[in-house]
């Protein structure tokens, strides 16, 4: 009989010595919860584990999550370089090395004699991950560099591909996916449900809860399912911390993102029914209010969660005299198709570009009529 998912991820996990999580390069809150509350599990069983991203930042409203400190931005000492030399004969008495220009040199020193080409061999260790897990990632392309600089190591290592986009591309040895999931949060909580309840712990718990909120936007989206409320009712059942969950995530705003979000409102525009939103920010806004480019999604996060209806947020917005563009969807529009014609960068969710040579009403002439046009509106 075959083995399930489940049984398929817990061998593989038994089987490891050191475990890779791998998250896509526009990580989202989810994927950085999930991946911590996967290390805390790992841990219990021993194993050595490292959390990776490429260009990683941690957001300040995720410090508060535990071990949120390990997460890198790079793979380090993935392979090791072996030098062999037959000693059986000659004994080495000293051995040296000299960096000239871009070359290393090795100096071996016999005891006597001399040391024969033949006896030293050069070869690489085996890597130093057993196994990889991918989080919230619909393909290897949107690890980024951690994919690019290791596509060996990745094609040579198993996969365990955990995520809930529809997108998907299944590129694991092992694929546990859920297109109907709101979240990985929901995913990896199901994993650890049927592998063992035990290691549901108040930290994995407040992690997954944490994966589940940001997702749902505070549970206000509409793909929210009763399956989801009762993932979240069992979170709370076992001390996930929810007070400080929702203080991290919605109220720390800074005064300067209170008052971009104020001047994002004034401007505020919609089509006629309210399906797409959007706003205009100069240059002179983000001076007055001291605010950044750090600041708009949380501004975006605002709209989308006091708004109903709205299933499209953009925000055009001028920086470094350029003119830019933010584009946030919901999970029944794809920002990617909405933005196409003006090779954005992101994803399905939420995708960036600039229209350098525009000024902001240009530029809201074209971005609005493009996305009405997508949605097919006149």
């Known amino acids: 009989m075959a083995l399930t998912e489940a049984q398929q991820i817990t061998e593989q996990i038994r089987k490891a010595r050191q475990i890779l999580i791998a998250l896509p390069k526009d990580f989202s809150p989810d994927a950085i919860a999930c991946a911590l509350a996967l290390y805390l599990i790992l841990k219990k069983q021993d194993k050595l584990v490292d959390i990776v991203a490429d260009s990683f930042s941690l957001p300040k409203n995720l410090k508060f999550l535990p071990k949120s400190e390990i997460i890198t931005d790079k793979i380090s000492s993935l392979q090791k370089f072996i ?111 049927e592998i063992d309840k035990n290691l549901l712990d108040q930290e994995v718990a407040t992690c997954l809860l944490t994966g589940l909120v940001a997702k749902t936007k505070s549970f206000k989206t509409p793909n929210v399912t009763p399956k989801t409320l009762e993932i979240a009712s069992a979170l709370l059942a076992a001390e996930a911390d929810r007070d400080t969950i929702i203080k991290s995530l919605y109220r720390n705003r800074s005064l300067a993102t209170l008052n971009l979000w104020g001047r994002v409102l004034a401007r505020l525009k919609s089509d006629s029914n309210n399906r797409l939103i959007w706003s205009l920010l100069t240059e002179h806004d983000f001076v007055e209010t001291q605010a950044s480019q750090d600041d708009l999604p949380s501004v975006v996060e605002e709209l989308i969660s006091f708004i109903p209806g709205v299933e499209v947020v953009v925000l055009i917005y001028q920086v470094g005299g350029k003119t830019q563009v933010l584009v946030d969807s919901l999970k029944n529009q794809n920002a990617m198709y909405l933005t196409s014609v003006f090779n954005p960068t992101g994803n399905k969710a939420l995708t960036e570009f600039n229209l350098m040579e525009k000024t902001l009403r240009e530029a809201e002439k074209e971005v609005v009529e493009e996305i009405k046009k997508k949605l097919g509106e006149k």
């Open 83 to 193: 030098i062999e030399v037959d000693l059986r004969q000659t004994e080495i008495d000293d051995l040296s090395y000299n960096l000239e220009g871009e070359n290393l040199k090795i100096y071996l020193t016999p005891k006597s004699g001399a040391l024969n080409q033949e006896k030293v061999n050069a070869k690489s260790s085996d890597y130093k991950y057993d196994l990889i897990i991918t989080l919230d990632a619909p393909d290897l392309d949107s690890l980024g560099k951690i994919y690019y600089q290791f596509t060996e190591f990745f094609y040579n290592t198993t996969i365990i591909n955990l995520d809930h986009h529809a997108e998907n591309e299944h590129f694991g040895q092992i694929n546990l996916t859920n297109l109907n999931a709101v979240a990985t949060a929901e995913i990896l909580y199901n994993l650890i449900d």
